[in-house]
């Protein structure tokens, strides 16, 4: 797996570089999902499948810019789902945006998922890792990760992080977002998972939520290269990771490997609240 981590940081250290030095502009092709492509979400995922592919261990990549799942070698122990740059939207107003990494084994099913890691492209470039026992930040300084501290999370926080469009939210959820407000809860939310769930994450608690809604029954954020690699971060610093259904969201198996679900991601007490509002307590 070191290596495989290895390779996270040399992508995520290429990666940084295209952000602070390449066009923001769009490019002429749609993803998979539908999503107008940037340039930088191009070349990001370009970077990842290129270091990824040198390490012997790791099989097949899939991404969240590419259609079909990329078989790389016969051997390898490792399938590596990825989302080279989530919250690319927000590169041209210089917000911090992310990558996401999932490690499995044999197939993307949430019980095969080994080892997760983000990182997170802001005023410093930042990487946290979930392997074995422990969650890991490091930070990179002058070209290398080092070391910072393990992560845990509280039972409780203060921060809300409301993801869709309330226009399209179910009266139980608003009602749900509306009282943790009415009780002094701080709204915390940029548009890009990987900085709101970092943040929830380093200040020590709180919830994120992407629901599913009117419009989008699944919600929209995708389960084996963004959803379930957060959710073994989040179970790992001691927080919960469910679905609309009171379910973990590391016990799903995706039919597809770019399949959505509604997420919920936080502190216990935050998490149990919202199991109680969608009825599933
Ligand atoms: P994006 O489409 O910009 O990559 O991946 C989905 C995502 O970003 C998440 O990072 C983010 O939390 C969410 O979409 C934001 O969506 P809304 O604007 O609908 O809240
Ligand atoms: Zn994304």
Same mark, same amino acid.
């Given at each position: ?27 002429? &092709?749609? &993803? ?73 084994? &044999?197939?993307?099913?949430?019980? &095969? ?129 469910? +679905? ?35 009825? +599933?307590?």
């Amino acid at each position: 797996m070191k290596e495989v981590f290895e390779g996270i940081a040399k992508a995520a250290a290429r990666i940084a570089e295209a952000l602070e030095h390449d066009d923001t502009g769009y490019s002429d &092709n749609k &993803n998979s999902t539908g999503d107008v492509q940037l340039k930088l979400d191009i070349r990001s995922d370009y970077i990842v499948e290129e270091e990824l592919s040198r390490i012997p261990t790791v099989r097949a990549l899939a991404s969240e810019e590419k259609e079909q799942i990329e078989p790389i070698r016969t051997g390898g122990q490792y399938l590596v789902g990825y989302d080279p740059l989530d919250g690319s939207s927000l590169a041209d107003v210089d917000l911090s945006v992310g990558s996401i990494f999932g490690v499995y084994e &044999n197939s993307f099913l949430g019980a &095969n998922l080994m080892a997760a890691a983000y990182v997170v492209y802001g005023p410093r470039v930042e990487m946290v890792t979930a392997y074995k026992q422990n969650v890991e930040l490091w930070r990179q300084d002058r070209g290398e990760f080092k070391f910072v501290q393990i992560l845990r999370l509280r039972d409780s926080g203060k921060l809300v992080a409301p993801g869709g469009t309330q226009q399209y939210w179910y009266p139980h959820h608003k009602e749900l977002i509306d009282s943790m407000f009415a009780e002094g809860y701080r709204l915390r939310y940029s548009g890009g998972m990987v900085p709101d769930l970092h943040q929830i994450l380093i200040k020590g608690g709180g919830l994120f939520s992407y629901p599913g809604t009117t419009d989008k029954a699944k919600g929209k954020i995708r389960l084996v290269f963004e959803s379930m690699p957060f959710a073994k971060v989040f179970e790992m610093a001691g927080g919960l990771a469910l +679905n609309d259904r009171g379910e973990r969201l590391l016990v799903s198996e995706p039919k597809g490997h770019h399949d959505t679900s509604p997420c919920f991601f936080g502190s216990k007490t935050e998490i149990e609240r919202a199991m109680r509002a969608y009825g +599933n307590v």
